[in-house]
Protein backbone atom coordinates (compact mmCIF):
# COMPACT_ATOMS: atom_id res chain seq x y z
CA UNK A 1 0.00 0.00 0.00
CA UNK A 2 1.35 3.11 -0.80
CA UNK A 3 1.05 6.48 0.99
CA UNK A 4 -1.75 8.90 0.72
CA UNK A 5 -0.89 12.26 0.43
CA UNK A 6 -2.80 15.30 0.26
CA UNK A 7 -2.44 18.59 -1.40
CA UNK A 8 -3.84 21.76 -2.37
CA UNK A 9 -3.91 22.65 -6.26
CA UNK A 10 -4.89 25.18 -8.39
CA UNK A 11 -7.33 24.37 -10.06
CA UNK A 12 -6.36 27.33 -13.10
CA UNK A 13 -2.19 26.89 -13.53
CA UNK A 14 -1.54 23.31 -11.33
CA UNK A 15 0.56 25.15 -8.89
CA UNK A 16 0.83 22.85 -5.48
CA UNK A 17 0.70 23.82 -1.84
CA UNK A 18 0.50 22.17 1.20
CA UNK A 19 -1.64 24.52 2.74
CA UNK A 20 -5.15 26.11 1.26
CA UNK A 21 -4.47 29.20 0.43
CA UNK A 22 -6.99 32.03 -0.92
CA UNK A 23 -5.04 33.26 -4.27
CA UNK A 24 -2.60 31.07 -6.09
CA UNK A 25 1.08 33.16 -5.78
CA UNK A 26 1.76 31.81 -9.34
CA UNK A 27 -0.97 32.96 -11.61
CA UNK A 28 -2.83 35.08 -9.22
CA UNK A 29 -6.25 33.86 -9.35
CA UNK A 30 -8.41 33.77 -6.17
CA UNK A 31 -10.16 31.02 -4.79
CA UNK A 32 -8.68 28.41 -6.84
CA UNK A 33 -7.17 25.73 -4.37
CA UNK A 34 -9.10 22.92 -4.27
CA UNK A 35 -8.02 19.78 -1.72
CA UNK A 36 -6.68 16.54 -4.19
CA UNK A 37 -5.25 13.06 -2.60
CA UNK A 38 -2.97 11.61 -4.40
CA UNK A 39 -2.25 7.98 -3.45
CA UNK A 40 0.60 6.39 -4.85
CA UNK A 41 3.84 4.74 -4.28
CA UNK A 42 6.49 6.87 -3.06
CA UNK A 43 8.30 8.05 -6.35
CA UNK A 44 11.64 6.85 -5.77
CA UNK A 45 12.64 7.47 -10.05
CA UNK A 46 12.38 11.18 -9.47
CA UNK A 47 15.10 10.75 -6.76
CA UNK A 48 18.53 10.92 -8.40
CA UNK A 49 20.09 7.72 -7.60
CA UNK A 50 23.41 7.26 -6.03
CA UNK A 51 25.27 5.15 -8.81
CA UNK A 52 23.49 6.95 -11.64
CA UNK A 53 26.12 6.70 -14.43
CA UNK A 54 24.83 3.16 -14.72
CA UNK A 55 21.60 3.63 -15.05
CA UNK A 56 21.19 6.01 -17.90
CA UNK A 57 19.85 4.20 -21.43
CA UNK A 58 20.17 6.83 -24.07
CA UNK A 59 23.61 8.78 -24.24
CA UNK A 60 23.84 12.36 -25.43
CA UNK A 61 24.92 12.95 -29.58
CA UNK A 62 26.68 15.70 -30.96
CA UNK A 63 23.70 17.04 -32.91
CA UNK A 64 25.47 17.15 -36.31
CA UNK A 65 25.44 13.29 -35.32
CA UNK A 66 21.91 13.20 -35.48
CA UNK A 67 19.96 11.57 -37.80
CA UNK A 68 16.97 13.63 -39.22
CA UNK A 69 14.78 11.02 -40.59
CA UNK A 70 11.11 13.13 -41.29
CA UNK A 71 7.83 12.15 -39.00
CA UNK A 72 5.84 9.46 -40.48
CA UNK A 73 2.38 10.83 -41.05
CA UNK A 74 -0.92 8.90 -41.25
CA UNK A 75 -3.39 10.05 -44.06
CA UNK A 76 -6.49 11.23 -42.22
CA UNK A 77 -8.47 11.54 -45.53
CA UNK A 78 -9.69 14.05 -44.61
CA UNK A 79 -7.60 16.90 -46.84
CA UNK A 80 -8.37 19.88 -44.15
CA UNK A 81 -7.91 18.11 -41.10
CA UNK A 82 -4.60 16.65 -42.84
CA UNK A 83 -3.69 20.46 -43.17
CA UNK A 84 -4.29 21.97 -39.80
CA UNK A 85 -2.45 18.98 -38.69
CA UNK A 86 0.74 20.40 -40.55
CA UNK A 87 0.34 17.67 -43.33
CA UNK A 88 -1.56 14.50 -41.51
CA UNK A 89 -1.06 12.57 -38.09
CA UNK A 90 2.26 12.16 -37.05
CA UNK A 91 3.45 8.98 -35.78
CA UNK A 92 3.31 8.32 -31.77
CA UNK A 93 1.83 11.94 -31.53
CA UNK A 94 -0.38 13.35 -28.60
CA UNK A 95 -3.45 15.97 -30.28
CA UNK A 96 -5.90 17.51 -28.12
CA UNK A 97 -9.16 19.13 -29.66
CA UNK A 98 -10.74 21.73 -27.35
CA UNK A 99 -13.94 23.19 -27.64
CA UNK A 100 -16.93 24.35 -26.41
CA UNK A 101 -19.79 21.72 -25.50
CA UNK A 102 -22.11 21.02 -28.54
CA UNK A 103 -19.91 22.47 -31.15
CA UNK A 104 -19.12 19.25 -32.87
CA UNK A 105 -16.00 18.31 -31.48
CA UNK A 106 -17.24 14.50 -30.64
CA UNK A 107 -18.75 14.61 -34.65
CA UNK A 108 -15.70 15.59 -35.77
CA UNK A 109 -13.20 12.39 -34.90
CA UNK A 110 -15.96 10.35 -35.60
CA UNK A 111 -16.43 11.27 -38.93
CA UNK A 112 -12.37 11.52 -39.56
CA UNK A 113 -12.11 7.80 -37.92
CA UNK A 114 -15.08 6.59 -39.85
CA UNK A 115 -13.51 7.62 -42.95
CA UNK A 116 -9.73 6.29 -42.22
CA UNK A 117 -9.50 3.38 -45.04
CA UNK A 118 -7.99 0.36 -43.83
CA UNK A 119 -7.01 1.68 -40.59
CA UNK A 120 -8.19 0.23 -37.31
CA UNK A 121 -9.48 2.58 -34.78
CA UNK A 122 -10.27 2.56 -31.08
CA UNK A 123 -12.70 5.44 -29.93
CA UNK A 124 -13.00 5.47 -26.23
CA UNK A 125 -15.92 7.75 -24.45
CA UNK A 126 -16.35 7.97 -21.56
CA UNK A 127 -19.31 10.84 -22.36
CA UNK A 128 -21.39 8.42 -24.16
CA UNK A 129 -22.66 4.93 -24.61
CA UNK A 130 -21.72 2.41 -27.51
CA UNK A 131 -25.41 3.05 -28.68
CA UNK A 132 -24.89 7.15 -29.06
CA UNK A 133 -22.11 6.50 -30.91
CA UNK A 134 -23.66 4.59 -33.07
CA UNK A 135 -26.63 6.86 -33.81
CA UNK A 136 -23.91 9.06 -34.53
CA UNK A 137 -22.49 7.18 -36.63
CA UNK A 138 -25.44 5.85 -39.07
CA UNK A 139 -25.87 10.05 -39.15
CA UNK A 140 -22.56 10.60 -41.00
CA UNK A 141 -21.87 7.93 -43.37
CA UNK A 142 -21.08 3.84 -43.48
CA UNK A 143 -17.73 3.15 -41.65
CA UNK A 144 -14.98 2.61 -44.39
CA UNK A 145 -12.23 1.87 -41.69
CA UNK A 146 -12.39 -0.57 -38.93
CA UNK A 147 -13.41 1.47 -36.06
CA UNK A 148 -14.00 -0.23 -32.45
CA UNK A 149 -16.15 1.41 -29.70
CA UNK A 150 -15.85 1.59 -26.43
CA UNK A 151 -17.82 3.57 -23.15
CA UNK A 152 -15.18 3.67 -20.35
CA UNK A 153 -14.31 6.08 -18.40
CA UNK A 154 -11.23 4.35 -16.45
CA UNK A 155 -7.78 4.69 -18.58
CA UNK A 156 -6.06 1.32 -16.94
CA UNK A 157 -9.11 -0.12 -18.84
CA UNK A 158 -8.36 1.82 -22.24
CA UNK A 159 -4.86 0.15 -21.89
CA UNK A 160 -6.53 -2.96 -21.64
CA UNK A 161 -8.95 -2.05 -24.60
CA UNK A 162 -6.04 -1.05 -26.82
CA UNK A 163 -3.79 -4.02 -25.94
CA UNK A 164 -7.15 -6.27 -26.94
CA UNK A 165 -7.50 -4.65 -30.19
CA UNK A 166 -4.29 -3.27 -31.41
CA UNK A 167 -5.48 -0.24 -33.15
CA UNK A 168 -3.73 2.11 -35.14
CA UNK A 169 -4.92 5.11 -33.50
CA UNK A 170 -6.56 6.11 -30.11
CA UNK A 171 -9.07 8.42 -29.61
CA UNK A 172 -10.15 9.11 -26.13
CA UNK A 173 -13.19 11.22 -26.01
CA UNK A 174 -12.91 13.18 -23.62
CA UNK A 175 -9.63 14.04 -21.49
CA UNK A 176 -12.19 15.27 -18.54
CA UNK A 177 -14.09 12.14 -18.00
CA UNK A 178 -11.33 9.34 -17.83
CA UNK A 179 -9.78 9.00 -14.53
CA UNK A 180 -6.53 6.21 -13.35
CA UNK A 181 -6.71 4.24 -10.04
CA UNK A 182 -3.27 5.66 -8.59
CA UNK A 183 -4.92 9.19 -7.76
CA UNK A 184 -7.97 9.28 -5.55
CA UNK A 185 -9.31 12.76 -7.00
CA UNK A 186 -12.43 12.88 -8.90
CA UNK A 187 -12.08 12.99 -12.68
CA UNK A 188 -11.65 16.45 -14.60
CA UNK A 189 -9.39 17.49 -11.88
CA UNK A 190 -6.53 18.45 -12.63
CA UNK A 191 -4.27 16.14 -10.97
CA UNK A 192 -6.43 13.61 -12.68
CA UNK A 193 -6.20 15.07 -16.56
CA UNK A 194 -2.65 15.99 -16.11
CA UNK A 195 -1.92 11.72 -14.88
CA UNK A 196 -3.98 10.60 -17.84
CA UNK A 197 -2.76 12.99 -20.14
CA UNK A 198 0.91 11.83 -19.01
CA UNK A 199 0.17 8.46 -19.14
CA UNK A 200 -1.72 8.73 -22.84
CA UNK A 201 1.56 10.68 -23.88
CA UNK A 202 3.95 8.04 -22.82
CA UNK A 203 1.91 5.15 -24.51
CA UNK A 204 1.79 7.27 -27.72
CA UNK A 205 5.58 7.60 -27.76
CA UNK A 206 6.68 4.26 -26.77
CA UNK A 207 4.42 2.74 -29.21
CA UNK A 208 4.26 4.97 -32.35
CA UNK A 209 0.37 4.80 -32.59
CA UNK A 210 -1.01 8.73 -32.44
CA UNK A 211 -3.91 8.85 -29.50
CA UNK A 212 -6.15 11.71 -29.92
CA UNK A 213 -7.95 13.45 -26.83
CA UNK A 214 -10.92 15.83 -27.01
CA UNK A 215 -10.95 18.36 -24.42
CA UNK A 216 -13.62 20.62 -23.12
CA UNK A 217 -13.36 24.43 -23.10
CA UNK A 218 -14.43 26.22 -19.49
CA UNK A 219 -16.59 29.79 -19.29
CA UNK A 220 -13.17 31.54 -20.22
CA UNK A 221 -12.50 29.75 -23.76
CA UNK A 222 -9.88 27.61 -22.23
CA UNK A 223 -9.65 23.83 -21.93
CA UNK A 224 -10.20 22.59 -18.13
CA UNK A 225 -7.48 21.84 -16.69
CA UNK A 226 -5.79 24.29 -18.91
CA UNK A 227 -2.13 25.48 -19.41
CA UNK A 228 -1.21 22.00 -17.38
CA UNK A 229 -2.63 20.08 -20.51
CA UNK A 230 -1.49 22.06 -23.40
CA UNK A 231 2.42 21.94 -22.47
CA UNK A 232 1.95 18.49 -22.10
CA UNK A 233 0.50 17.45 -25.69
CA UNK A 234 2.31 18.05 -28.98
CA UNK A 235 -0.45 19.36 -30.84
CA UNK A 236 -3.47 21.93 -29.96
CA UNK A 237 -6.54 22.13 -32.05
CA UNK A 238 -9.38 24.74 -31.38
CA UNK A 239 -12.69 23.95 -32.57
CA UNK A 240 -14.62 27.13 -32.44
CA UNK A 241 -17.90 28.63 -33.68
CA UNK A 242 -21.16 29.67 -33.06
CA UNK A 243 -23.48 27.17 -32.17
CA UNK A 244 -26.31 28.74 -34.08
CA UNK A 245 -24.36 28.82 -37.06
CA UNK A 246 -23.13 26.68 -39.82
CA UNK A 247 -19.84 26.87 -40.17
CA UNK A 248 -16.79 25.84 -37.37
CA UNK A 249 -13.59 26.67 -37.88
CA UNK A 250 -10.62 24.10 -36.87
CA UNK A 251 -7.25 26.04 -35.88
CA UNK A 252 -3.95 24.85 -34.09
CA UNK A 253 -2.93 26.69 -31.32
CA UNK A 254 -0.02 25.05 -31.54
CA UNK A 255 1.59 22.42 -33.48
CA UNK A 256 5.38 20.64 -32.68
CA UNK A 257 4.46 19.17 -35.98
CA UNK A 258 3.68 21.86 -38.47
CA UNK A 259 2.72 25.82 -38.52
CA UNK A 260 -0.29 27.17 -36.11
CA UNK A 261 -1.19 29.57 -38.76
CA UNK A 262 -3.15 26.64 -40.07
CA UNK A 263 -7.20 26.70 -40.49
CA UNK A 264 -9.98 24.72 -42.14
CA UNK A 265 -13.56 25.08 -42.32
CA UNK A 266 -16.55 22.96 -41.73
CA UNK A 267 -20.20 23.45 -42.17
CA UNK A 268 -22.58 21.36 -39.77
CA UNK A 269 -25.14 19.54 -41.84
CA UNK A 270 -27.24 16.70 -41.38
CA UNK A 271 -24.76 14.11 -42.37
CA UNK A 272 -22.01 15.68 -40.50
CA UNK A 273 -19.24 17.88 -40.89
CA UNK A 274 -18.50 18.95 -44.62
CA UNK A 275 -15.37 20.70 -45.41
CA UNK A 276 -15.73 23.78 -46.86
CA UNK A 277 -12.81 24.18 -49.63
CA UNK A 278 -13.34 27.31 -50.80
CA UNK A 279 -14.61 29.74 -47.94
CA UNK A 280 -15.23 32.75 -50.16
CA UNK A 281 -18.11 31.41 -52.31
CA UNK A 282 -20.55 30.65 -48.80
CA UNK A 283 -19.47 34.10 -47.09
CA UNK A 284 -20.43 36.13 -49.61
CA UNK A 285 -24.36 36.69 -50.33
CA UNK A 286 -25.81 35.91 -53.43
CA UNK A 287 -28.31 39.04 -53.62
CA UNK A 288 -28.42 39.91 -57.20
CA UNK A 289 -28.55 43.85 -56.33
CA UNK A 290 -26.79 45.83 -53.53
CA UNK A 291 -28.00 46.63 -50.59
CA UNK A 292 -26.97 49.48 -48.27
CA UNK A 293 -24.97 48.54 -45.14
CA UNK A 294 -23.12 45.73 -46.74
CA UNK A 295 -18.99 45.80 -47.75
CA UNK A 296 -17.23 43.14 -48.71
CA UNK A 297 -13.59 42.44 -46.76
CA UNK A 298 -10.39 40.50 -48.09
CA UNK A 299 -9.71 39.14 -45.42
CA UNK A 300 -6.63 36.66 -44.21
CA UNK A 301 -7.58 34.08 -41.71
CA UNK A 302 -4.51 31.64 -40.97
CA UNK A 303 -2.70 31.30 -44.05
CA UNK A 304 -5.73 31.64 -46.57
CA UNK A 305 -7.27 34.14 -47.87
CA UNK A 306 -11.03 34.64 -48.26
CA UNK A 307 -13.61 37.24 -48.32
CA UNK A 308 -15.95 38.21 -45.96
CA UNK A 309 -19.00 40.19 -45.96
CA UNK A 310 -19.66 42.50 -43.04
CA UNK A 311 -23.32 44.10 -42.63
CA UNK A 312 -24.35 47.18 -40.30
CA UNK A 313 -27.47 48.94 -39.72
CA UNK A 314 -27.80 51.82 -38.48
CA UNK A 315 -31.09 53.49 -37.32
CA UNK A 316 -31.99 56.22 -34.77
CA UNK A 317 -31.83 55.59 -31.21
CA UNK A 318 -35.27 54.60 -29.76
CA UNK A 319 -33.98 55.33 -26.08
CA UNK A 320 -31.77 57.06 -24.56
CA UNK A 321 -28.86 55.27 -24.78
CA UNK A 322 -27.85 54.20 -28.09
CA UNK A 323 -26.58 50.88 -28.42
CA UNK A 324 -23.24 48.96 -29.83
CA UNK A 325 -23.40 45.64 -30.84
CA UNK A 326 -21.62 43.43 -33.02
CA UNK A 327 -21.20 39.53 -33.68
CA UNK A 328 -17.93 38.49 -34.73
CA UNK A 329 -16.40 41.77 -34.20
CA UNK A 330 -15.06 43.05 -31.09
CA UNK A 331 -17.08 45.98 -29.24
CA UNK A 332 -14.91 47.82 -28.15
CA UNK A 333 -13.16 48.04 -31.20
CA UNK A 334 -16.20 49.02 -32.85
CA UNK A 335 -16.68 51.70 -30.76
CA UNK A 336 -13.11 52.92 -31.24
CA UNK A 337 -13.87 53.17 -34.95
CA UNK A 338 -17.02 54.80 -34.65
CA UNK A 339 -15.27 57.61 -32.47
CA UNK A 340 -13.00 57.74 -35.42
CA UNK A 341 -15.51 58.65 -38.48
CA UNK A 342 -17.41 61.05 -35.76
CA UNK A 343 -14.12 62.78 -35.01
CA UNK A 344 -11.98 62.44 -38.54
CA UNK A 345 -15.04 62.33 -41.07
CA UNK A 346 -17.85 64.16 -39.11
CA UNK A 347 -20.63 61.60 -39.02
CA UNK A 348 -22.90 62.44 -35.75
CA UNK A 349 -23.38 59.27 -34.90
CA UNK A 350 -23.88 59.68 -31.40
CA UNK A 351 -27.30 59.00 -31.56
CA UNK A 352 -27.65 56.04 -33.58
CA UNK A 353 -27.66 52.48 -32.65
CA UNK A 354 -25.09 50.17 -34.63
CA UNK A 355 -25.34 46.65 -35.17
CA UNK A 356 -22.74 44.73 -36.98
CA UNK A 357 -22.80 40.87 -38.02
CA UNK A 358 -19.90 39.31 -39.85
CA UNK A 359 -21.78 36.87 -42.00
CA UNK A 360 -21.78 32.95 -41.51
CA UNK A 361 -21.09 33.65 -37.12
CA UNK A 362 -17.20 34.21 -38.13
CA UNK A 363 -14.92 35.66 -35.35
CA UNK A 364 -12.43 37.84 -37.80
CA UNK A 365 -9.30 38.55 -36.26
CA UNK A 366 -7.47 39.82 -39.37
CA UNK A 367 -7.60 44.04 -38.49
CA UNK A 368 -7.64 44.74 -42.34
CA UNK A 369 -11.53 44.42 -41.52
CA UNK A 370 -11.67 47.46 -40.27
CA UNK A 371 -12.12 49.35 -42.99
CA UNK A 372 -15.13 47.48 -44.57
CA UNK A 373 -16.67 47.68 -40.69
CA UNK A 374 -16.83 51.86 -41.23
CA UNK A 375 -17.67 51.50 -44.72
CA UNK A 376 -21.10 48.99 -44.23
CA UNK A 377 -21.57 51.65 -41.08
CA UNK A 378 -21.35 54.51 -43.47
CA UNK A 379 -23.70 52.85 -46.16
CA UNK A 380 -26.39 52.22 -44.14
CA UNK A 381 -26.44 55.25 -42.25
CA UNK A 382 -26.50 57.71 -45.63
CA UNK A 383 -28.94 54.53 -47.10
CA UNK A 384 -26.46 54.01 -50.32
CA UNK A 385 -25.76 50.65 -51.63
CA UNK A 386 -21.46 49.94 -52.23
CA UNK A 387 -20.86 48.19 -55.28
CA UNK A 388 -21.03 44.50 -55.18
CA UNK A 389 -17.93 44.21 -57.11
CA UNK A 390 -16.11 46.21 -54.58
CA UNK A 391 -14.35 45.09 -51.99
CA UNK A 392 -11.50 46.46 -49.45
CA UNK A 393 -9.01 45.86 -46.96
CA UNK A 394 -7.18 48.13 -44.55
CA UNK A 395 -6.64 49.18 -40.79
CA UNK A 396 -7.91 52.07 -39.46
CA UNK A 397 -5.98 54.14 -36.52
CA UNK A 398 -6.99 56.53 -34.32
CA UNK A 399 -6.09 59.54 -36.57
CA UNK A 400 -8.20 58.00 -39.42
CA UNK A 401 -5.26 57.11 -41.36
CA UNK A 402 -5.32 53.77 -43.36
CA UNK A 403 -2.47 51.17 -42.16
CA UNK A 404 -0.83 48.58 -43.77
CA UNK A 405 -1.94 45.43 -43.61
CA UNK A 406 0.27 42.07 -43.87
CA UNK A 407 0.05 39.84 -47.20
CA UNK A 408 -1.35 42.18 -49.74
CA UNK A 409 -0.77 40.04 -53.13
CA UNK A 410 -2.78 37.18 -51.69
CA UNK A 411 -5.70 39.61 -50.88
CA UNK A 412 -5.75 41.06 -54.56
CA UNK A 413 -5.03 37.98 -55.80
CA UNK A 414 -8.26 36.11 -54.42
CA UNK A 415 -10.13 39.50 -55.17
CA UNK A 416 -9.61 39.00 -58.24
CA UNK A 417 -10.22 35.02 -58.56
CA UNK A 418 -13.79 35.47 -57.39
CA UNK A 419 -14.33 38.61 -60.35
CA UNK A 420 -14.29 41.43 -58.35
CA UNK A 421 -13.27 44.93 -59.93
CA UNK A 422 -12.55 47.05 -57.32
CA UNK A 423 -10.11 46.76 -54.34
CA UNK A 424 -9.09 49.39 -51.93
CA UNK A 425 -5.83 49.36 -50.05
CA UNK A 426 -3.85 51.10 -48.20
CA UNK A 427 -1.53 53.66 -50.02
CA UNK A 428 1.70 52.18 -48.27
CA UNK A 429 0.72 48.44 -49.15
CA UNK A 430 0.24 49.61 -53.00
CA UNK A 431 3.83 51.36 -53.44
CA UNK A 432 5.29 47.69 -52.43
CA UNK A 433 3.24 46.32 -55.08
CA UNK A 434 5.44 44.27 -57.67
CA UNK A 435 2.54 43.14 -59.63
CA UNK A 436 0.75 46.44 -61.11
CA UNK A 437 -1.09 45.77 -64.05
CA UNK A 438 -3.85 43.48 -62.71
CA UNK A 439 -7.87 42.92 -63.80
CA UNK A 440 -8.74 44.37 -60.98
CA UNK A 441 -8.87 48.17 -60.42
CA UNK A 442 -6.28 48.96 -57.20
CA UNK A 443 -7.65 52.26 -55.45
CA UNK A 444 -5.00 53.59 -52.81
CA UNK A 445 -5.88 55.49 -49.77
CA UNK A 446 -4.58 57.09 -47.39
CA UNK A 447 -6.94 58.33 -44.83
CA UNK A 448 -10.95 56.96 -44.73
CA UNK A 449 -11.92 60.40 -46.21
CA UNK A 450 -10.25 59.34 -49.32
CA UNK A 451 -12.02 55.76 -48.84
CA UNK A 452 -15.16 57.32 -48.47
CA UNK A 453 -14.96 59.66 -50.87
CA UNK A 454 -14.26 57.05 -53.60
CA UNK A 455 -16.92 54.41 -52.06
CA UNK A 456 -19.53 57.60 -52.07
CA UNK A 457 -18.68 60.05 -54.34
P1 LIG B 1 -21.10 16.91 -30.83
O1 LIG B 1 -20.11 16.30 -31.73
O2 LIG B 1 -21.83 16.03 -29.90
O3 LIG B 1 -20.44 18.09 -29.99
P2 LIG B 1 -19.33 18.01 -28.83
O4 LIG B 1 -18.71 16.67 -28.86
O5 LIG B 1 -18.37 19.11 -29.21
O6 LIG B 1 -20.03 18.31 -27.57
O7 LIG B 1 -22.09 17.71 -31.78
C1 LIG B 1 -23.21 18.26 -31.30
C2 LIG B 1 -24.08 18.98 -32.28
O8 LIG B 1 -23.89 18.68 -33.63
C3 LIG B 1 -25.48 18.63 -31.93
O9 LIG B 1 -26.12 19.80 -31.53
C4 LIG B 1 -26.07 18.06 -33.17
C5 LIG B 1 -25.16 18.49 -34.25
N1 LIG B 1 -25.05 17.52 -35.35
C6 LIG B 1 -25.49 17.86 -36.61
O10 LIG B 1 -26.02 18.95 -36.83
N2 LIG B 1 -25.36 16.95 -37.63
C7 LIG B 1 -24.79 15.72 -37.45
O11 LIG B 1 -24.68 14.94 -38.41
C8 LIG B 1 -24.34 15.39 -36.15
C9 LIG B 1 -23.72 14.05 -35.88
C10 LIG B 1 -24.47 16.31 -35.12
MG1 LIG C 1 -18.80 15.21 -27.40
Redesign the pocket.
Same mark, same amino acid.
Given at each position: MGKTKSVFICQKCGAESAKWIGRCPSCGEWNSYTEEIIHKEQNSTTKIPHNYSEQTKQKPVLIEQVVATDEKRIDTSSSEFNRVLGGGLVKGSLVLIG????? #????????VALRMKGKRILYASG??STNQIKM? $?D??QQPESECYVVSETSLEQIFVHIKNTQPDIVIV? $?IQTISTETIDSSPGSITQVRECAIALLRFAKETGIPVIL?G?INKDGNIAGPKVLEHIVDTVLQ?EGD?HYMYRILRANKNRFGSTDELAIFE???? #??REVVNPSELLLSHAQEALSGIAVSAAIEGVRPFLIEVQALVSTAAYGTPQRSSTGFDTRRLNMLLAVIEKRAGFKLAQKDVFINIAGGLKVNDPCIDLSILAAVLSSNLDIAIEKSTCMAGEVGLSGEIRPISRIEQRIKEAEKLGFNKIIIPEYNFKQLTRKETTIEIVNVKRIEDAFRNLFG
Open positions: GEPGI #GKSTLVLQEER $SRID $SIHFRMNNY #GL
